[in-house]
Every structure is written in structure tokens, then in C-alpha cells.
């Protein structure tokens, strides 16, 4: 393959992966040759030959054969500056290394020593789909990373599985680093807090361990309910958090709940949490897959661009699958790779027969009576009321509110629904969820309830 091939593979690649990737880990890449179906690149470190190796082997390849270059295979071999030559990297590895702070080629941002995780390159605000459930999560950590006069210290963002906390956490100190490149930034989970912290006690470094810790402009650890219960481990982040903060450092944390809901942390180390700002990311709403999926999909397409999508697709993904965006994200990959291995239209049909683990994992199972039971609950009035005949206002409007809900959130029929309702006529029902839809517009109050009883029911 000459030159004028590889430049013209590398312009099929920019489109697909985007600038960012492009420029951190495709421009770097020096074809070395094509030999018996193996095209060999040379990389100047492991951390890359492994990054590349795992996040863009397939769309180099697949690029490649467009260009009719014999290829069926990708190598990375290292070659530091000496030209001598290193490890290969071919197959995916499946962990990421976690010694390593990412070199981004042409970049050398402060902080380079420091023990921290890598970031990923895809996570950055660009790539942040913002919807109703993570706006405000999304707009603080953009305030800190552009660090204006109003900054949040701590900031802490908390929320499920999938939603997004460290795609958020490597956005800011992707743009910090991009900003302010001299500031030093350490991102690490708070295993690995923990798992440096033991090591130091264990090498009796523990001095070095708090000069660096104490070093850093911007602490970012993830996951921190990890420490809760591990006292002396706590105990040393305690301190690092307070010598920081009153240094005037920025620090910013995540975590699967709030903190006044992690057991087992200390109380001190709890209010000092809450000392900043704590946001949470909501359960995703059906736009914001959507979104998500829009997105996402370009993507695949741009690397598969012979695969023909049908209508409706990500529409029904987008309905279907309410857990997180992981498995969102996950789904949709296993489909594009199915469709094209199968060479076959991405269809509402070859869809359910590529997802139906998925889709059955994720159908919704709250139970009309549970709807009942939590209706009631919240608005303070008797289940039997619920199936009743009683149609005073402050029974009624509970009742449509569980019968707006059984539509939104159960497979039933509205004659169904109506069964469960004391036998009401399937009519009643509908009118029931007309007037919710309604009041939703109107109501804020109404809106809001429906809101909190959705969330506490998919819980
Ligand atoms: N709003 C979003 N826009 C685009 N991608 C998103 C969004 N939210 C989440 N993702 C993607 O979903 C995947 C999971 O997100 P992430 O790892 O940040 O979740 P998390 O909240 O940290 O979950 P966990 O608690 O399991 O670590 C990532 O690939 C991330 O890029």
C-alpha cells in the first residue's frame, strides 16, 4: 500500500471517528507495511498500541479492506524512539490499564506523574448527549470546568448505574486539561485511592503517597461510596480532601447515591461532601435515549456505511430499553455488528431477534396493583379508594393518576387496566388518561407527582 492509500484510509477514518480521536490516536499511526494480510503500524508507547488495539482495530481494518488493501489483520508494534521494536498489540485486551495516565501525542499536560486512571478520549462534553435528567448535572460540570468565578467545591454528582457520572468526570478534565494545561489533574476511583493508599503503608512511602496527593490543582475521584466502611482509608481522604479544599483546590466526586444515603461513611466525611454542590443525574427519559441513540447511530453509520436502517428503530430501542445508557449503548453496537456480519437491513424484526435477551431483561415489570399501592401511598388515601366507587375530587384524581400510570408503565390493555380498577369500562380509563395528560401540561403540581412516582416506581 502506498502513501496516497493510507492518506486516503486516513480521511475515511476522520469521518468516522471524529477530530478527537483522530488527532489523538489515528494521526500518530505510522503504516509500516502490508505484509501476508497483516498491515503492521508502529506507536510510540503500549498504552497506545493497547488503545488503538482495543477501540479502533475493527473500523481500521474495515477501512482498509474499502480501500482494497489485502488486509485481514491490524498489529501495533511499539517502536519508543530508537526504532526498536516492542510488543505487539492485536487482539483487544479487555481491561484497561489503569497505571497509566493516557499520552495524548503532542499534549503534555501537567500532571503526568501522577497515579491517576486514564481518560477516555470518547468522554468528553462533545459527546454528552444533555437531556431533562442530566441538565443540571451537565451544567455544573461545565461551570467547573471552565472554572469562572462561581465554582462548586466539592462538586458532587451522584445517580445510577450507566448514567453518565464518569463520561462527565473525563469531560472536565478532558477541558481542563485542554484550558489549563498547566493545572495538574488527578482522576482516579476511589478503589484505586485505596489500593495506592495501602500500597504506600505497605512500602512506608506514606509521605510521598500525601505529597502527591496534596500536589494536585484538581482532585476528581470516582465511585467514592467504594471507601465507606474502610476507616483508615477513609480517615487519609479526609485529610487529603480538607488540605485541598482549603488550599482553594477543586474537587469533584461521583457516586451511586447521595451522600447522606452512603452507610457507613463518617459523618464529618459526609457533611464535607455536602458542603459544594451535589447534583444528581436522573433515570433517562425517553427523549434523552432517544437522543442518545440518534447520536450513537451516526456513528455506526459512518463506520458501516453500507448498512441500510429502517425507520422506527431507534424509536422503539428507545421505548423499550429504560435501564441505562450502557446497555442502550450496548445494544445498539451488537445490532450494527449483527446486521453486518448477517448482511441484512437493520429491521424492527431483525431488531427484536438481535435483542430479545435484552428486551426481555428490560420490560417493564411494575404491576398495576404496585401502582395502586404507591398512588395511594402518596396521596394519602385508602387502596380500597382506588377500586372503589367513590368520585369525590380527592379520590378521583389519585385514581386517573394510577390509571395514567398502568398505561405509561405496564404492557396492559386499557380494558385490563379497567378490571383492575373495580371493573371500570375501558372508556372510563381513557378518559382517565386523557385528563392526566392534560393536567400535565398545566398542572405543575400534577406533572411533578407523576414525575416522583414514575421514578419511584422503575427504581
Ligand atoms: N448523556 C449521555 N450522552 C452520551 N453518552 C452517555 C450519556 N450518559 C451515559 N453515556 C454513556 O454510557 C456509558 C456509561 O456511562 P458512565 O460510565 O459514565 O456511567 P456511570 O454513571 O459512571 O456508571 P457506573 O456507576 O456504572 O460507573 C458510557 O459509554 C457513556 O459514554
Not at 269 to 284: A, K, W
Request: charged share 25%; net charge neutral; hydrophobic share 40%.
Amino acid at each position: 500500500m502506498n502513501n496516497d492509500t493510507w492518506g486516503r484510509v486516513k480521511d475515511r477514518l476522520l469521518e468516522s471517528v471524529g477530530p478527537n480521536n483522530f488527532a489523538n490516536w489515528i494521526e500518530p499511526l505510522e503504516l509500516k507495511r502490508v505484509d501476508n494480510g497483516v498491515a503492521e503500524f508502529s506507536v510510540r508507547t503500549n498504552f497506545m498500541a493497547n488503545w488503538v488495539a482495543r477501540n479502533f482495530s475493527d473500523t481500521i481494518l474495515t477501512h482498509l479492506k474499502g480501500a482494497d488493501v489485502p488486509a485481514s489483520r491490524v498489529e501495533f508494534r511499539v517502536e519508543p524512539h530508537s526504532g526498536s521494536s516492542a510488543p505487539v498489540a492485536t487482539a483487544p485486551k479487555s481491561a484497561q490499564p489503569v497505571d497509566a495516565t493516557p499520552e495524548v501525542p503532542g499534549a503534555a499536560p501537567a500532571g503526568e506523574d501522577l497515579p491517576g486512571a486514564p481518560l477516555d478520549p470518547r468522554f468528553t462534553f462533545d459527546n454528552f448527549v444533555v437531556g431533562k435528567p442530566n441538565e443540571l448535572a451537565h451544567a455544573a460540570a461545565r461551570r467547573v470546568a471552565e472554572g469562572g468565578p462561581v465554582t462548586f467545591n466539592p462538586l458532587f454528582l451522584y445517580g445510577g448505574v450507566g448514567l453518565g457520572k464518569t463520561h462527565l468526570m473525563h469531560a472536565i478534565a478532558h477541558e481542563i486539561r485542554q484550558r489549563r494545561p498547566e493545572l495538574r489533574v488527578l482522576y482516579l476511583s476511589a478503589e484505586q485511592f485505596m489500593y495506592r493508599f495501602v500500597q504506600a503503608l505497605r512500602d512506608r512511602q506514606m509521605i510521598d503517597f500525601k505529597q502527591i496527593f496534596r500536589s494536585v490543582d484538581v482532585l476528581m475521584v470516582d465511585d467514592v461510596q467504594f471507601i465507606a466502611g474502610k476507616d483508615s482509608t477513609q480517615e487519609e481522604f479526609f485529610h487529603t480532601f480538607n488540605a485541598l479544599v482549603d488550599q482553594g483546590k477543586q474537587i469533584i466526586i461521583s457516586a451511586d447515591r447521595a451522600p447522606g444515603e452512603i452507610k457507613d461513611m463518617e459523618d464529618r466525611i459526609r457533611s464535607r461532601l455536602q458542603c459544594g454542590l451535589v447534583v444528581d443525574l436522573h433515570p433517562t427519559d425517553y427523549e434523552l435515549r432517544l437522543g442518545v441513540l440518534q447520536t450513537k447511530a451516526e456513528t455506526y453509520r459512518a463506520q458501516y456505511p453500507d448498512l441500510r436502517f429502517a425507520e422506527g428503530v431507534l424509536e422503539f430501542l428507545a421505548h423499550r430499553i429504560s435501564t441505562n445508557v450502557r446497555v442502550l449503548e450496548g445494544a445498539l453496537m451488537r445490532l450494527f455488528a449483527f446486521a453486518s456480519l448477517v448482511g441484512r437491513e437493520i429491521t424492527l424484526d431483525l431488531t427484536q431477534e438481535c435483542l430479545s435477551d435484552i428486551l426481555k431483561q428490560s420490560d417493564r415489570k411494575v404491576t398495576v396493583e404496585e401502582i395502586q399501592r404507591k398512588v395511594a401511598e402518596h396521596y394519602a388515601i385508602r387502596l380500597s379508594d382506588m377500586i372503589g366507587p367513590k368520585r369525590v375530587r380527592s379520590i378521583a384524581r389519585p385514581r386517573q393518576v394510577a390509571m395514567y400510570l398502568a398505561k405509561q408503565l405496564t404492557s396492559r390493555s386499557l380494558p385490563e387496566i379497567g378490571r383492575r380498577f373495580g371493573g371500570r369500562d375501558h372508556t372510563t380509563v381513557m378518559h382517565g388518561v386523557r385528563r392526566i395528560e392534560e393536567l400535565k401540561g398545566t398542572d405543575s403540581q400534577i406533572a411533578d407527582d407523576i414525575e416522583l412516582l414514575r421514578r419511584a416506581l422503575e427504581a
